[in-house]
């Protein structure tokens, strides 16, 4: 398997929080930076949040102190905590390996 596969997108309301979690081969992740990027209807895809191996993050500004990403470099996963969503974060989520190997996306819609 060389393609990352995202779970855990759904219909939350404003204020709510989802889980996002992504898993992938130990060929595709160990050692490996892992990123969530997102894409709004009509926009570009961008980036969310990433992760080193040793876990040092970055983040988007929209999304500082609201969301936090983590990994389990043991089960080769990656998880996106989002809190205090807005309307505004509804996108498809994708997890990226650092090889550059995409997920197919999950679907995140926060209503008002």
């Known amino acids: 398997q060389v393609q990352p596969v995202e779970s855990g997108g759904g219909l939350v309301q404003a204020g709510g929080s989802l889980r996002l979690s992504c898993a992938a081969s130990?060929?595709?992740?160990?050692?490996?930076?892992m990123a969530w990027y997102r894409q709004a209807p009509g926009k570009q895809r961008i980036l969310v949040a990433a992760?080193?191996?040793?876990?040092?993050?970055n983040y988007a500004d929209s999304v500082k102190g609201r969301f936090t990403i983590s990994r389990d470099n043991a089960k080769n996963t990656v998880a996106l905590q989002m809190n205090s969503l807005k309307p505004e974060d509804t996108a498809v989520y994708y997890c990226?390996?650092?090889?550059?190997?995409w997920g197919q996306g999950t679907l995140v819609t926060v209503s008002s």
């Open positions: 992760i080193t191996p040793r876990g040092t993050t």
């Open positions: 130990g060929s595709i992740f160990s050692g490996n930076i």
């Open positions: 990226k390996t650092g090889l550059g190997n």
